[in-house]
């Protein structure tokens, strides 16, 4: 009889055929569940200290020089409470709380482990009041404008008005605004004649020149341009040290260091008198 026909070869073959078994995928899916059931376990562990009371913050350090705010306001704005943990706890979100309140310059954060937080605080010094648009901003001695005043506000600043909005001003406005500002800078330490205390307001004028105005005798006192900060102040603070000297300051009507002669000499001092 001759040979019987049957599909064992083929089905030899076709298991012979199949790639080789892979052993590294079947470790690599026991690594992965191993991890994430570690990766469980740290969560799990991290909620239970977060909710457990061993870190909660139980004292609220508020360190810097306030003037304007006090450490019970700091701390109310850090939004700290009692239950809040250590553990998680964001020092950058406390920081970025605190420093969107506009008389708060910059704060830092820290964690005291296991159960305190430092917070330092360096508040805004207005140097001026900004009068726009009929009212008053505090102004430091950047040129940044960041707060309005409000009712009980400390208002024993210069006054610098005739820039309604700086910022609308482009370059141009920031720049005046900040010779004003430097102009104020260089009587703080000032001599006795010039102050800044005595200094009531700087006002600029639609044809772009500066006003001065004193506290103790309102006369204008006008400046230009303001341009040479530091020499026109020198100048100014000579001028009213003469005046009070000879006893001619209470008579002055007004002083004008702007004053150019016809015939094109420099610029002199013109000095007018009540009678």
Same mark, same amino acid.
């Given at each position: 009889?001759?040979?019987?026909?049957?599909?064992?070869?083929?089905?030899?073959?076709?298991?012979?055929?199949?790639?080789?078994?892979?052993?590294?995928?079947?470790?690599?899916?026991?690594?992965?569940?191993?991890?994430?059931?570690?990766?469980?376990?740290?969560?799990?562990?991290?909620?239970?200290?977060?909710?457990?009371?061993?870190?909660?913050?139980?004292?609220?350090?508020?360190?810097?020089?306030?003037?304007?705010?006090?450490?019970?306001?700091?701390?109310?704005?850090?939004?700290?409470?009692?239950?809040?943990?250590?553990?998680?706890?964001?020092?950058?979100?406390?920081?970025?709380?605190?420093?969107?309140?506009?008389? =708060?310059? /910059?704060?830092?954060?820290?964690?005291?482990?296991?159960?305190?937080?430092? =917070?330092?605080?360096?508040? /805004?010094?207005?140097?001026?009041?900004?009068?726009?648009?009929?009212?008053?901003?505090?102004?430091?001695?950047?040129?940044?404008?960041?707060?309005?005043?409000?009712?009980?506000?400390?208002?024993?600043?210069?006054?610098?008005?005739?820039?309604?909005?700086?910022?609308?001003?482009?370059?141009?406005?920031?720049?005046?605004?900040?010779?004003?500002?430097?102009?104020?800078?260089?009587?703080?330490?000032?001599?006795?004649?010039?102050?800044?205390?005595? =200094?009531?307001?700087?006002?600029?004028?639609?044809?772009?020149?500066?006003?001065?105005?004193?506290?103790?005798?309102?006369?204008?006192?006008?400046?230009?341009?303001?341009?040479?900060?530091?020499?026109?102040?020198?100048?100014?603070?000579?001028?009213?040290?003469?005046?009070?000297?000879?006893?001619?300051?209470?008579?002055?009507?007004?002083?004008?260091?702007?004053?150019?002669?016809?015939?094109?000499?420099?610029?002199?001092?013109?000095?007018?008198?009540?009678?």
């Amino acid at each position: 009889m001759g040979p019987m026909l049957t599909n064992q070869a083929p089905y030899q073959a076709r298991r012979q055929s199949r790639p080789p078994g892979r052993p590294w995928l079947a470790a690599l899916l026991v690594v992965l569940l191993a991890a994430g059931a570690a990766g469980g376990l740290v969560a799990g562990a991290w909620y239970a200290l977060c909710r457990s009371g061993l870190f909660w913050v139980t004292d609220v350090v508020v360190e810097g020089e306030l003037r304007r705010l006090d450490a019970p306001a700091v701390q109310e704005l850090a939004g700290i409470t009692p239950q809040t943990s250590l553990v998680g706890f964001s020092t950058a979100a406390v920081r970025g709380r605190l420093e969107a309140h506009p008389w =708060i310059e /910059r704060a830092q954060v820290d964690r005291l482990w296991p159960d305190r937080v430092r =917070i330092t605080v360096r508040e /805004r010094r207005p140097l001026a009041l900004v009068l726009r648009q009929g009212s008053l901003f505090y102004v430091d001695a950047r040129g940044r404008i960041f707060a309005p005043v409000e009712p009980g506000d400390l208002l024993d600043y210069p006054v610098v008005s005739g820039i309604d909005d700086p910022a609308a001003g482009g370059r141009a406005g920031r720049s005046s605004l900040q010779r004003a500002l430097d102009f104020l800078v260089l009587a703080g330490p000032g001599s006795h004649a010039l102050p800044r205390q005595n =200094i009531s307001e700087l006002r600029l004028t639609e044809e772009g020149t500066w006003i001065m105005f004193l506290a103790n005798r309102p006369f204008p006192i006008h400046l230009g341009k303001m341009e040479g900060v530091g020499t026109l102040y020198r100048r100014v603070a000579k001028v009213l040290e003469t005046l009070y000297k000879k006893k001619l300051f209470d008579d002055t009507a007004y002083l004008r260091l702007d004053f150019r002669p016809a015939d094109h000499r420099p610029v002199e001092v013109l000095v007018g008198m009540r009678s």
